[in-house]
């Protein structure tokens, strides 16, 4: 299986920007996505990106994240900036099959903690 490595979940002010990374153990086709859970509340897509480059973005980032990927280093990253003390909540990176594939998975990271202070 899939594993993945997150880093640059921290402490911010409101307005303030912070780069979240996720590396996978291995390269593949799938889709990579960044996924958040506040406290109380269910996980939600915040944004995703095919080997391709198609993006999709949940309506609440659309202008403030942005993720990417390179696919020589395995990575994804999700650049935030304009946060919000909305924001908070643990992000978790998520590889999973495209919906045209035969086989699905999904695989997560550990989850990254990001804090928006006001």
């Known amino acids: 299986q899939v594993q993945l490595v997150e880093s640059g979940g921290g402490l911010v002010q409101a307005g303030g920007s912070l780069r979240l990374s996720c590396t996978a153990s291995?390269?593949?086709?799938?889709?990579l996505g960044w996924y958040r859970q506040a406290p109380g509340k269910q996980r939600e897509l915040v944004a995703d990106?095919?080997?391709?480059?198609?993006?999709n973005y949940a309506d609440s980032v659309k202008g403030r994240f942005t993720i990417s990927r390179d696919n020589g280093k395995n990575t994804v990253y999700l650049q935030m900036v304009s946060l919000k003390p909305e924001d908070t909540a643990v992000y978790y990176c998520?590889?999973?099959?495209?919906?045209?594939?035969?086989?699905?998975?999904?695989?997560w990271g550990q989850g990254t903690q990001v804090t928006v202070s006001s």
């Open positions: 998520n590889a999973r099959a495209p919906r045209y594939w035969s086989t699905q998975y999904n695989y």
């Open positions: 291995s390269s593949t086709g799938s889709i």
């Open positions: 990106i095919s080997v391709g480059g198609n993006t």
